[in-house]
């Protein structure tokens, strides 16, 4: 089943870019390159299996800053600014608005990213969410974005901040672009208390991912973040709404 849904999700990304290739290709000089990113990302995403799997959402709707009661369904939402959290770590998106959203459905119903959009001051033009291996392509390449990330740690023995630009990754599995001259050997670590291994944890890229609101029918309540493309300064937005437009009808959350 979630092999399935990886492999749908995984063509619908496909698809969409094909439909953007003719636009992109005349006014990005660096479509190719991103192109080949793209082409990478897929790849990366199906050696890891990784899809989104959304946050827990809080006990109703009303416990959000912003929410609205619908009859087949109630939402409620929170503008996050940049920043996106999971497993006791926080990250910034700095290329993206993002919000985390809770959907509570009254009876089954569809759930998407593309049912909702972004109205910024007041203007008619929205902005309308970004899949979220998009915006993990612009964290895990340096070259996609040349910008600095900033890690933010919760809980955790080396928690701080941490700016800097991040370090070139493999586009996908075998790429040997940017690779590093194997470490010189040394005395292997000892053993951690309780004989268990500590889990390596996630990267910006695939946290981004992870805690991004999943999509798909469903009769129970979910949540999770969404990501809109937004290169301008958080601090000019003077007043922020939130659309939604879907099966459970039409509704506007005052987020700003």
Known sequence: MESKRFANGAAALRIDAARRNKALSRIDPDYTSTMGHFRGLVCWMAAGALWAQGTKEKEKAEAYPAHVVMEAASIGAEFAVR??????????APDHLVVEVAVYPKRPLPVAAS???LRVNGKKERVYAQAPQFVAA??????WTQRPTTTIGVG???AGVVIGPPRPGPRFPGDERDRQPPPAPRAPAPAPAGGYEKPEEMTAAELAVHVALPEGETKFPVAGYLYF???GKPGSIRKLELLYEGPAGSATLRLR
């Open 229 to 231: 493309p937004f290169k």
């Open 83 to 92: 920043s996106f959290s999971g497993l006791n770590r926080t990250y910034v």
């Open 156 to 158: 955790v023995g080396d």
């Open 115 to 117: 049912h909702f959009s």
């Open 138 to 143: 612009s964290l895990k390449y340096s070259d």
